[in-house]
């Protein structure tokens, strides 16, 4: 019985310093945003890693999560003679949930465990003690541009997504299933809100913030050498993708 | 060279566990000013971690480190970078910046605290390159170097901020005899010319002999002896003595 305890006991305990970290390291990484020195190299480079070579990725899944999208709701639809709605259920769908969602879901695996393998090897191979004995805070060198260049990022990555996945189903409801085009078209248009695609932008900023964090703390407090580096990797990716999925639950609820 | 030398780095009774594992046990070292302090002792005594503690990367449990007279072991981050500038480190590995090219490895400290432009960047980090004795480097990036290359560029990285106190670990591990030999000199001459306070740690004897003005040898958590090193060389320390010829049988355990 007491061995029973001792196991939710240890792993509470864990699960609430690693909680702690992980505010933690958020905490210091916005203080130290607003802190001097400002740098702009950094983070652009880090925009371009994250951003512009997460695109190839963000528009293959948009686009074949809309055109598969627009086969499923046209297949339901069918049945009771409403077809002509595939077009805003894809428009809702994408740019509500699935863009903000499957682009989190790919860019951090893509993202976050490049993230968590640098810093991991920056620590295991002492670069990161380097960085104090040179005066100069990690989190402010490492961390910020990867956490300022997510948070700019994930949005835009959304806005193509949108654009992409709205296509996708256009593609296949007009060109393999036959639907009027004008049709279509005007069904995207009359029921999409611009709170639609906030509301997905806003998912992306919270991803993003939460891609960043997770996969720099991973990588940061990495120990015990190369094999060490492999576990704060597969961790990055594993927790960011399950804290993206809880926390779009919760987003969505508030919005509702 | 400097028998009553002011003292530089004072450690005080410092001690340092890792959960069970109980590291320092009380450390006590006074190093003087321009004096090449070597400490030696087996793989995992605490020798890493007892620099670590004075350059600030580790936080001791209880115990003093003072540097010029000013305790360090309660400052802030702030206060502690401050402290820092009057160090420089050389690592085991080198622990350069992999994404970065050699004169911005040397010339990161001043890239960081300075408003050098890099022109002038570049320039000072040739002439420290050129102090360890390479040139035409610059422009490579820390993956084209061999080992010896990869201490040496981390030794300018270290000597770029015009350090008074320089901080060596394992600063001949993983090298043949020859290179090791090579950054022995350096680190003489670097005594010689720039008047630089350094601590070393190592296990290599024939390194320590050649660098230090003192040895100090740890054994299970505290300073158990320093001397010159003739007196290390004469110790009646069955402990020291073991060590320093290297035998597998004697009261030192081996785990």
């Known amino acids: 019985m007491n061995s029973v305890f001792d196991y939710i006991g240890v792993h509470l305990i864990r699960f609430l310093q690693e909680s702690g970290r992980i505010t933690m390291l958020f905490g210091q990484t916005v203080v130290w945003i607003f802190r001097p020195p400002f740098d702009v190299r950094e983070p652009l480079s880090q925009m371009e890693e994250i951003g512009v070579r997460s695109i190839p990725v963000v528009v293959i899944t948009a686009a074949f999560t809309g055109m598969v999208l627009a086969l499923q709701s046209f297949t339901g639809f069918k049945r009771f003679h409403a077809e002509t709605l595939v077009g805003t259920v894809v428009a809702l769908s994408v740019t509500r949930e699935l863009g903000p969602v499957l682009t989190g879901l790919m860019v951090s695996g893509r993202v976050g465990s490049a993230m968590a393998a640098e810093l991991g090897t920056m620590r295991v191979t002492e670069q990161i003690d380097a960085l104090y004995t040179l005066a100069t805070n990690p989190v402010k060198y490492l961390i910020v541009p990867r956490f300022l260049a997510s948070l700019v990022m994930f949005p835009i990555l959304v806005v193509f997504a949108d654009i992409i996945g709205i296509m996708g189903g256009y593609f296949v409801s007009v060109k393999i299933l036959g639907t009027n085009p004008t049709i279509y078209i005007r069904r995207t248009w009359d029921y999409l809100e611009l709170n639609d695609i906030y509301s997905g932008l806003l998912k992306a900023c919270v991803f993003g913030m939460i891609m960043a964090t997770i996969s720099c703390y991973q990588g940061f407090y990495t120990e015990g050498g190369a094999e060490g580096v492999g576990k704060a990797t597969t961790r990055a990716v594993v927790l960011s993708s399950l804290l993206i999925l809880i926390s779009n639950y919760f987003i969505t609820a508030l919005l509702f | ?255």
């Open chain 2, 1 to 255: 060279m400097v028998e009553d030398g002011s003292v530089k780095i004072e450690v005080v009774d410092l001690h340092k566990s890792f959960g069970n594992n109980h590291v320092l046990r009380g450390v006590n070292l006074k190093v003087r000013d321009g004096e090449s302090m070597v400490v030696i002792g087996g793989s995992g005594v605490g020798k890493s971690v007892l620099i670590k503690c004075i350059i600030g990367l580790v936080r001791p449990d209880s115990g003093n480190i003072r540097v010029d007279g000013q305790e360090i072991t309660s400052l802030d981050e702030k206060s502690l970078n401050e402290i820092r500038k009057k160090f420089g480190m050389l690592f085991q590995a080198g622990a350069l910046f992999d994404s970065l090219s050699v004169w911005e490895n040397v010339g990161f400290g001043l890239k960081q605290h300075t408003s050098l432009g890099d022109g002038e960047i570049k320039a000072i980090a040739g002439e420290k390159l050129k102090l360890v004795g390479l040139r035409h480097v610059e422009d490579l990036m820390p993956s084209e170097l061999s080992g010896g290359m990869r201490k040496r560029v981390s030794l300018a990285r270290a000597l770029a901020m015009e350090p008074e106190i320089l901080l060596y670990d394992e600063p001949t591990t993983g090298l043949d005899p020859i290179m090791a030999d090579v950054i022995n000199d350096l680190i003489v001459q670097m005594r010689r010319k720039l008047r630089v306070t350094s601590i070393a740690i190592t296990h290599d004897m024939v390194s320590a002999y050649k660098i230090a003005d003192r040895i100090a040898m740890l054994y299970e958590g505290e300073i158990i002896e320093v001397g010159t090193p003739q007196q290390n060389k004469d110790s009646s320390n069955p402990i020291v003595q073991q060590f320093i010829q290297g035998r597998a049988e004697g009261p030192i355990k081996v785990r």
